[in-house]
């Protein structure tokens, strides 16, 4: 659907339904519904090539909702995404934090601040999606991520983030970044995932005992080391 009409393939033609009287006179529809072929359409210059505007917006939503929690509450788009859904699974999280980062904010302006959690997070993310996971959520200079399988690739993916904390640190100090440490807590459990808020706002949050555990864990590694 797009901008009041919905357009789809039947048989090899183009079918038009238009609902907005702006969409009929630029579609030049003369009945409730009305079918060109393919080719007129495209020609024709009066048929608006939606795909890759959908394909953006799509992309622009699942920044804010990922694609796994949409799949993990059983629906297939975001557009069918409702108050009240939810999941209840066996979850793994893993809870990533910067050291000392109060410290380190307040020897940076708030532009800086940012700046330097971009930088951060783009290094972190492309590795936990890369091992099945995604960041459920993001608070500050910590970060939650969820994988639903495999536990051995997770203390795989682990690893690989501490890895990549001195090609980080490399490229935060050449643009004049603090260097950063982190901490990493990882925990299993049950857990509800699901949507909280109204049709106007809603927002994904996970319910579970794993939550304050897991960022125990990654606390205690304080001591650990």
């Given at each position: 659907?797009y901008?009041?009409?919905?357009?789809?393939?039947?048989?090899?033609?183009?079918?038009?339904?238009?609902?907005?009287?702006?969409?009929i006179?630029?579609?030049?529809?003369?009945?409730?519904?009305?079918?060109?072929?393919?080719?007129?359409?495209?020609?024709?210059?009066?048929?608006?090539?939606?795909?890759?505007?959908?394909?953006?917006?799509?992309?622009?939503?699942?920044?804010?909702?990922?694609?796994?929690?949409?799949?993990?509450?059983?629906?297939?788009?975001?557009?069918?995404?409702?108050?009240?859904?939810?999941?209840?699974?066996?979850?793994?999280?893993?809870?990533?934090?910067i050291?000392?980062?109060?410290?380190?904010?307040?020897?940076?302006?708030?532009?800086?601040?940012?700046?330097?959690?971009?930088?951060?997070?783009?290094?972190?993310?492309?590795?936990?999606?890369n091992?099945?996971?995604?960041?459920?959520?993001?608070?500050?200079?910590?970060?939650?991520?969820?994988?639903?399988?495999?536990?051995?690739?997770?203390?795989?993916?682990?690893?690989?983030?501490?890895?990549?904390?001195?090609?980080?640190?490399?490229?935060?100090?050449?643009?004049?970044?603090?260097?950063?440490?982190?901490?990493?807590?990882?925990?299993?459990?049950?857990?509800?995932l699901?949507?909280?808020g109204?049709?106007?706002?809603?927002?994904?949050?996970?319910?579970?005992?794993?939550?304050?555990?897991?960022?125990?864990?990654?606390?205690?590694?304080?001591?650990?080391?």
């Open positions: 659907q901008n009041g009409y919905k357009a789809y393939w039947n048989d090899g033609a183009q079918v038009i339904e238009p609902h907005d009287k702006g969409i006179d630029e579609v030049n529809a003369v009945s409730s519904v009305k079918t060109i072929s393919k080719d007129e359409a495209i020609k024709s210059g009066k048929l608006v090539l939606i795909d890759k505007e959908i394909e953006a917006s799509n992309n622009a939503a699942c920044r804010f909702v990922p694609n796994s929690v949409i799949q993990l509450l059983g629906r297939s788009s975001i557009t069918e995404i409702k108050p009240k859904d939810f999941t209840a699974r066996d979850i793994i999280m893993m809870n990533i934090d050291r000392n980062f109060t410290t380190i904010s307040e020897g940076l302006g708030g532009k800086k601040v940012f700046d330097m959690l971009n930088i951060y997070m783009g290094y972190i993310a492309p590795i936990v999606r091992y099945g996971g995604f960041v459920e959520k993001v608070m500050g200079d910590g970060m939650f991520c969820v994988f639903t399988k495999d536990t051995a690739k997770i203390v795989d993916c682990a690893m690989e983030i501490r890895d990549s904390m001195t090609l980080l640190n490399s490229y935060l100090n050449k643009e004049q970044f603090p260097v950063i440490e982190i901490g990493i807590g990882i925990h299993k459990g049950n857990a509800v699901g949507m909280l109204t049709e106007n706002r809603l927002n994904e949050i996970i319910v579970s005992p794993v939550v304050s555990e897991v960022m125990a864990i990654q606390n205690y590694e304080k001591v650990c080391g």
